[in-house]
């Protein structure tokens, strides 16, 4: 796709440096440094304690160090002339895929509003075909969204009548939503009108879900009668089919053929069933992919995303747009640090202004050429000769056909969707890509359950850039970990993932020797991909002050020695840096400290749910088990929630029976016992020791990180820690002691 002459072209400008900003970073690295430099030199005087006190500081800086690079040189995308793609004399088609997998964990009303608010974008809808996958196999979902179909008819040409912002209708008719005042004629009438069609919609469905007798199983049903989950056929339904230039786009539901024997790749191989399906049937040069609950929060995504696509001089700077990840109707002060604000400002401008952004597996508009996989230009920009054969495709005549088109960037004509069923029933079978590069060098790749960030990677790989789009109001917003329970069971998804792509051939580090990832972008990519490996330092800074005081023996200077000084100024310097972040984004100090104690980087993940990530995937190296890909539970309650009660409590934190919360617990306890021994001089006979001041500091602040888990102990129901976790931490915490050498236990030693 050329770049018409009448575009100017977009630009990447480089974002302004706060200096303080600046100033800080390179002072904490300096102080990191000065930090290392005296360990090392007093390194012959201490034993054990201080070279692993020193191994993990040489990680934090070693990670200081990678954040900085990925943030030197942030840029942002000169925005995109808006009104300039109508002199576009052609706009090119997408297709927009929307992946769900459990009619249980993802409400089908969810998955509906999504796709009412694609349906709805502001493109010419002839150009736009809607796709979505069904890994569940619900006949609920289908369901669903055949009522959502018959919505669609009033609802899309009500939202562009009217201009309508939000256009997933659950958000617009929330309470937080007003009319605007000056209506125009007829509007009142026809939002009513809407507003009640919505709430029938909404009965429907909340009837089928309530009482899936209910369903009628003899016409397009019928399929589901007695289905099996996890072995099956494949079903594809075309629900609705636009003949008209201004009608509802195209809406397609596909659920790809199961077999308990066969693997299915999680969402990877959804999202490659739903690129051939879609290849066969409009095979559009562009597809966006959004997750169930991921609506379209801006009705010019569409538009945006051609712009930044189209716009630039060479097609290599856009293999993908991506919008960064958002989410609606967040608890207060972030309980449970889901919503990544910090790095909106740091690492995706910074990840811009190198290879471009991760693709971030929801949000993004890919060219579907990159996705084939093949680099088919030249070094002048011509297209290479690429032999387009079953053994890379697969043995689709149809999808073959299609795939050359794309390409050799010949534009497809309009389809007939209902006669291209049985191709896309072929390309939906389980048994397809046997033997196919399916999965390695073509569509998502196989491999980790993260696969947005490995099958982004292989693009940057082959020498694409990615593009990062950021508009106000936010281009897609979809639900957040409703409890810290949920929460930290995505973190252990996350961490698993990354994990498996950094410690496989597909690791950044071959793709910068032998491949054409840039050497910037693989450092960053090592960050990301290392995070889990983070928890380990963590814990072992975690036990060092409790080691040290119940066996009386140091891992930081004294008080009085100046060196003390370094570590106090590291720490506090570090606070000071994050703290701007929020107080500067109008946010408040406790969203700050749920970040401190939840986010990213927030102690209790890294205490409880990366570690057993890690363990994933040691068992998966070792060949042990797999990791599997729990799929995340959302809710829809859009500040719809009567029940007063559990508005108070949505921000506590939840305990589960699982062996997650044992690291943190055993924890807990022995810092109540080493403060206790502390404060109370129980310690062994000083050798000449100070009380360990800054040891006992450190433990306050390990006890204050771990504040949830001290109220869990007193807490009832999910809000407190289960007993058996409380008994196993309690006889994990005696024997800590005991190998200190403190609690004499018979254990002969
Ligand atoms: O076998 C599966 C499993 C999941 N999904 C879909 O994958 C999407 C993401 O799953 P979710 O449980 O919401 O995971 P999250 O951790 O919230 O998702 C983030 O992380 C994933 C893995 O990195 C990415 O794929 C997602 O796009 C990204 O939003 C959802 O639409 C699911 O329906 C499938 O289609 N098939
Ligand atoms: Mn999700």
Redesign the pocket.
């Known amino acids: 796709m050329a770049n018409p002459q009448s575009l100017p072209l977009c630009e990447k400008t480089p974002l302004k440096i706060n200096t303080l900003q600046r100033a800080q970073e390179i002072a904490i690295l300096f102080l990191f440094i000065c930090l290392l430099v005296y360990r090392l030199l007093s390194l012959a005087d201490h034993g054990f304690v201080w070279l692993l006190a020193f191994l993990c500081e040489s990680w934090f800086t070693f990670n200081w160090v990678l954040t900085l690079i990925i943030q030197w040189t942030p840029v942002e995308y000169k925005t995109y002339p808006e009104n300039l793609l109508q002199q576009v004399p052609e706009l090119p088609a997408v297709d927009m895929f929307?992946?769900?997998?459990?009619a249980d964990?993802?409400p089908p009303i969810i998955t509906v509003n999504t796709v009412l608010s694609l349906l709805a974008v502001d493109y010419p809808s002839h150009k736009l075909a809607c796709y979505v996958?069904d890994?569940g196999c619900s006949p609920l979902t289908l369901y669903s969204l055949t009522e959502a179909s018959k919505f669609a008819q009033f609802w899309v040409p009500f939202c562009k009548k009217y201009n309508i912002q939000v256009r997933a209708p659950f958000r617009y008719f929330s309470g937080n939503s007003k009319l605007p005042s000056d209506n125009p004629i007829g509007f009142l009438q026809e939002w009513t009108k809407m507003k009640d069609e919505y709430q029938k919609l909404c009965q429907k469905i909340e009837v089928a879900v309530q009482n899936l007798a209910t369903l009628d199983f003899s016409g397009d049903s019928g399929d589901f009668a007695d289905i099996d989950k996890r072995n099956h056929p494949t079903i594809i339904k075309v629900i609705w089919e636009n003949k008209e230039n201004n009608g509802v786009p195209h809406l397609v539901y596909v659920a790809r053929e199961k077999r308990s024997d066969q693997s299915?790749?999680?969402?990877a191989?959804?999202?490659n069933v739903l690129t051939r399906v879609s290849g066969v049937m409009t095979n559009a040069p562009f597809m966006l992919?959004?997750?169930?609950?991921?609506y379209a929060n801006n009705s010019k995504i569409v538009l945006y995303a051609m712009c930044l696509l189209l716009g630039f001089k060479h097609e290599k700077e856009g293999a993908f747009v991506q919008y960064p990840?958002m989410f609606y109707d967040t608890l207060k002060d972030d309980p449970f640090g889901n919503q990544m604000v910090v790095p909106l400002k740091t690492s995706w401008p910074g990840f811009a202004g190198m290879q471009g952004p991760l693709y971030?597996?929801?949000g993004c508009f890919h060219r579907r050429k990159v996705i084939y996989g093949f680099s088919f230009m030249d070094s002048e920009g011509n297209l290479r000769d690429v032999a387009l054969d079953q053994e890379r495709f697969g043995n689709s005549t149809e999808l073959i056909e299609s795939a050359t088109h794309t390409l050799s960037e010949k534009i497809d004509h309009p389809h007939d969707l209902s006669g291209a069923v049985e191709a896309a029933n072929k390309v939906a079978g389980s048994s397809y890509e046997h033997n196919t590069l399916w999965g390695t060098k073509l569509g998502w790749v196989y491999g980790s359950?993260?696969?947005?960030?490995l099958t982004g990677m292989k693009i940057h790989a082959r020498g694409w850039k990615s593009i990062l789009c950021m508009p106000d109001p936010p281009g897609f917003v979809?639900s957040a970990?409703s409890s810290s329970h949920i929460m930290l069971t995505?973190r252990k998804?996350?961490v698993s993932?990354l994990l498996e792509i950094l410690f496989s051939k597909n690791s950044p580090i071959f793709a910068t020797l032998y491949a054409k990832l840039e050497f910037r972008q693989c450092l960053a990519y090592t960050t990301v991909l290392i995070w889990g490996l983070k928890s380990i330092p963590d814990l072992c800074y975690a036990i060092l002050p409790v080691y040290c005081i119940v066996t009386n023996s140091h891992f930081l200077p004294k008080v009085k020695e100046p060196a003390f000084i370094i570590f106090v100024a590291v720490f506090l310097l570090k606070i000071l840096y994050t703290l701007r972040f929020y107080l500067g984004s109008g946010l408040s100090i406790s969203q700050w400290w749920n970040q401190v104690r939840m986010g990213p980087e927030g102690k209790i993940p890294y205490l409880t749910t990366s570690l057993f990530g890690v363990v994933t995937v040691v068992f998966k190296l070792l060949g042990i088990s797999e990791v599997a890909?729990?799929?995340?539970q959302?809710d829809q309650n859009s500040s719809s929630s009567d029940d007063q009660e559990d508005d108070a409590n949505a921000g506590r934190f939840t305990f589960a029976e699982s062996p997650i919360y044992v690291p943190a617990t055993t924890l807990l306890f022995v810092h109540f016992t080493a403060l206790a021994m502390g404060l109370f001089g129980m310690q062994p006979p000083a050798h000449g020791a100070d009380g360990g001041v800054g040891e006992m500091m450190c433990c306050v602040w390990v006890v204050l990180c771990l504040w949830p888990f001290l109220k869990g102990l007193f807490g009832k129901g999910k809000y407190g820690i289960p007993m058996p976790t409380i008994f196993k931490s309690a006889v994990l915490a005696l024997l800590f002691m005991h190998f200190c050498g403190r609690i004499p236990l018979p254990l002969g030693r």
Do not use: Y
């Open positions: 929307v992946t769900t997998a459990d964990l993802e996958s890994d299915h790749h999680h969402k191989g959804a999202m992919n959004v997750d169930c609950d991921m990840q971030a597996g929801t359950v993260t696969e947005d960030i979809g970990p995505q998804r996350w993932g890909f729990d799929v995340t959302k």
